[in-house]
């Protein structure tokens, strides 16, 4: 069933057109991934689908209901967003932070139910051990983390998260990766992630969009959509692909990278 | 036998799970609970320090004597007027500034997300303090009264509050304006509070010049310096009012700081009108400032201070920082107030003398730590 309907849409940063004409019809229990070059314009796709970007064409909806008339605070509680980069915070707990999730949610204040979200989240992300340190002594990637269960605590229907992956390290990588796959399709929501590791996304994702210079390129399968052809052109570097059985490992072909280093 | 063994393993795996999850919840409630006590025993002691400060002054009187005097069981009429007419309303108002001052501080810091801001540093003091003696020229609303040597009342309270909103309005608006440059930082936005600052008081300096008489420029000059001796039991109360008004305002927004405090993009994706919460925010903060400025005075560096110090107990928590900040506040300025009142008696120094004495080495602590390290 079609949870996110992405019609015709345009975004621009003043003169920079960063997103152009892009339609994607996006279902419920899948994890997409989203994959492109840098400044293709993945965080700009997944702000315009959390209502932190009003597109300027086109329309965004969400079970059959326009975007722009579902109110923020609503909104919130259907979308849940992991920045790429995190911006200047205050100091705070990493239970705190993960409780900011439940805002959305709360009236008064937050119930058993809530708090016990919050620890579920926490123990989903592995981050039970900080929870009452403060996020500003946390390395980056327990950061990411931390952040990653705040947008889980929020318990929404779509799940956006902007390169998750990028601080992780190896086993967590694999870890988030898997668990995210597993909550999609759990709760029966839809997760959409930005991601540059092909291979991670290739393993995991049901889906994939490429993203070039603000169209889609491409979209479907991961063993559809990565092909030589298709990664030459949306990234400019060759690349070999095995497989092995279901699994694909894609390997930069080491000469023309050095080839467009030289340009 | 391998699959009960298996069964078993699970069973325990997520046993302790459970367990791992119900402790993090109890040590929270215990750590939610270490915050709760901290602002129960600051308010005793904001009692303790109250009663203290009634017995001090240059009429000296016994804990006894003025626990008649305050339950009105005194037989002297003289003890029952020091009490009630000089000392309660100074420690009211030294109470509900503190609470006004150190709130509107700790909202700015956590609106703005930065650690310098205070109703000092960002200029709407100052603004305030013009506004106030801009009121008295040219409307001619303060006069001093008799009682209590160097107190100041006013014969028109509204007009001088109006007017010392509307100025700080100016810094505030500044202020609002420079925040919705994203790349702003913390030390630009502060640079831009004290120029403004400075101005002001320029301002209220060459405001002098035009004062029409003796009690028009006494009344100018005391404002530089905020004084607790010249509220009466009007003004003393419109503080205490608006203080409790604006407290309870920033308390039922608390969810929203909280967002805020995750970042702009954050708060936005927790559905927080992140401008809306700024401007009101801000605007609120000002007019309690500006209220209490146009009342006793700039007593700097109170909403700088407190708010830090309530922090390094409570933490960011909007839910348990609102309520500490008020009681720490409250706490601060009683203490300072008793102190200047009774530290060379009788001579009696403005407390806005000894809150910058201890304010001023604390900004510059703040700055030396960086954005980073609150
Ligand atoms: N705030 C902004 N102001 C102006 N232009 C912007 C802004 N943010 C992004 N852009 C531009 O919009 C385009 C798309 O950016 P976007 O951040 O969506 O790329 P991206 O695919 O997420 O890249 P990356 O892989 O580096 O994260 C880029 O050309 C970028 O320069
Ligand atoms: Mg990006």
Redesign the pocket.
Same mark, same amino acid.
Do not use: M, P
């Given at each position: 069933m079609t949870l996110v309907c992405i019609e015709n849409i345009s975004f621009s940063? &003043?003169k920079?057109d @960063?997103l152009k004409d892009v339609s994607l019809s996006l279902e419920k229990g899948n994890l997409v991934g989203i994959i &492109?070059a840098? &400044?293709? &314009?993945?965080?700009?796709l997944i702000k315009c689908l959390c209502g932190l970007l009003d597109v300027h064409k086109g329309h965004v909806t969400l079970e059959g209901t326009k975007l722009s008339s579902i109110p923020k605070r609503k909104l919130a509680t259907l979308v849940g967003y992991v920045p790429?980069i995190q911006e200047r915070a205050t100091p705070s707990t990493v239970f705190d932070t993960v409780l900011m999730g439940r805002i959305p949610h709360l009236t008064w204040s937050p119930t058993k139910k809530d708090l016990e979200i919050v620890a579920k989240a926490m123990e989903t992300m592995e981050i039970t051990e900080f929870s009452l340190r403060d996020i500003h002594e946390l390395s980056g990637g327990q950061q990411q983390r931390v952040f990653i269960a705040r947008a889980m605590a929020q318990e929404p229907k779509v799940l956006c998260l902007d390169?998750p992956t990028s601080s992780l390290d190896i086993k967590h990588q694999l870890g988030l990766m898997r668990g995210i796959r597993d909550i999609t399709r759990e709760k029966n929501i839809l997760a959409l992630m @930005?991601v540059h590791d092909l291979n991670i996304a290739s393993q995991y994702c049901d889906s994939l969009i490429i993203?070039k210079e603000g169209y889609v390129y491409k979209e479907g399968k991961p063993n559809n959509v990565l092909c030589k052809e298709n990664i030459k052109d949306a990234f400019g570097i060759d690349v070999a692909i095995h497989k092995h059985g279901d699994f694909m490992h894609i390997v930069p072909v080491e000469e023309s990278i050095v080839e467009d280093i030289t340009y | 036998m391998n699959r009960f063994i298996t069964a078993f393993k699970k069973r325990s795996v997520k046993s302790t799970k459970r367990t791992s999850g119900d402790n993090i919840l109890t040590e929270y409630d215990i750590y939610n609970a270490k915050k709760i006590t901290f602002i129960a025993l600051s308010s005793v002691l904001v009692l303790l320090m109250a009663m203290f400060a009634l017995t001090q002054g240059s009429y000296s009187l016994s804990l006894k004597e003025v626990f008649l005097a305050v339950i009105g069981q005194s037989n002297d009429i003289a003890h029952t007027r020091v009490v009630w007419n000089i000392r309660m309303v100074r420690i009211i108002s030294a109470i509900f500034a503190g609470v006004g001052l150190a709130i509107s501080g700790m909202i700015m810091q956590n609106i703005l997300r930065n650690p310098l801001a205070s109703p000092s540093t960002l200029g709407v003091s100052n603004a305030a303090s013009f506004g106030a003696a801009f009121a008295i020229v040219a409307f001619g609303s303060g006069r001093i009264s008799s009682h209590g040597g160097s107190a100041v009342t006013f014969t028109i309270p509204y007009i001088i509050a109006i007017s010392a909103f509307s100025f700080s309005m100016i810094s505030t608006g500044v202020i609002i304006l420079l925040t919705r440059y994203r790349d702003a930082s913390p030390e630009t936005l502060v640079l831009a509070g004290v120029a403004m600052g400075s101005l002001f008081t320029a301002g209220v300096t060459s405001l002098r010049y035009f004062a029409q008489d003796e009690v028009q420029l006494s009344a100018i000059i005391f404002w530089t310096f905020g004084d607790l001796g010249r509220t009466g039991w009007t003004t003393a109360g419109m503080i205490a009012v608006a203080s409790v008004i604006c407290a309870t305002y920033f308390f039922f927004n608390r969810w929203k700081y909280n967002a805020m405090n995750g970042g702009e993009n954050v708060a936005r994706s927790l559905g927080i009108n992140t401008e809306r919460v700024r401007i009101t925010g801000l605007i609120v903060a000002s007019m309690i400032t500006a209220l209490i400025v146009s009342f006793v005075g700039i007593i700097g560096f109170v909403g700088l201070v407190v708010p830090h110090m309530a922090r390094k107990v409570i933490g960011n928590d909007t839910r348990f920082l609102i309520p500490a900040s008020c009681v720490v506040g409250a706490l601060l300025l009683l203490v300072s107030d008793t102190v200047a009142r009774t530290l060379i008696s009788p001579i009696v120094l403005p407390v806005g003398i000894l809150t910058s004495f201890l304010g001023a080495p604390m900004f510059i602590y703040l700055i030396l730590k960086g954005r980073n390290n609150w």
């Open positions: 940063y &003043g920079i @960063a &492109g840098n &400044g293709s &314009g993945k965080s700009t790429q390169e @930005a993203l | -």
